[in-house]
């Protein structure tokens, strides 16, 4: 059985990490979907509503499990027998601060191998820092994330369009 990872803050979870994390477990035999905290980030939502959201919106697809962790990724990855991170690329903004996060990862880890995935064209603008600016100014988000998410920010910024 191969197992993978795919760590993110997913604060929050988009219409882009959601195409990662399907095709990502279509891969793989078991697909960890990891929400990391780390201490050094403010976070619009805390880990319980990240959690929730992505388990909500990721429900459908049996062999992903959703979990959180705070540390070094791959202590994770040790832990938890791991050998394959994903992480989505959108541009070649992505690929130099990933490449830099897997270097480290493997000299840390030499068992560990990082699989990129290039993100689907619909998605390759979308971040969440996106979503986030775009709802707090009551604009509509609905094209890049899920009902439930888009609840969530019409809760926390309380002026959501439709």
Known sequence: MVKAIYPGSFD???YGHIDIARRAAELFD???VVVMENKRK?????IQERVEMVRECLKDIPNIRVETFSGLLVE?????NINVVIRGLRAV???EYELQ??????EI??????????????????SSSLVKEVASFGGQVSQWVP?????KLREKFGNLRF
């Open 12 to 14: 929050p979870i988009t």
């Open 30 to 32: 078991e697909l960890y």
């Open 42 to 46: 403010n976070y619009t939502f805390t």
């Open 76 to 80: 994770y990855t040790t832990k938890n």
């Open 93 to 95: 903004t992505d690929f």
């Open 101 to 106: 996060m897997a270097l480290a990862n493997k």
């Open 109 to 126: 880890c030499n068992g560990v191998e990082t699989v990129f995935l290039m993100t689907d064209k619909n998605y390759s603008f979308l």
């Open 147 to 151: 009902e439930v998410v888009e609840r």
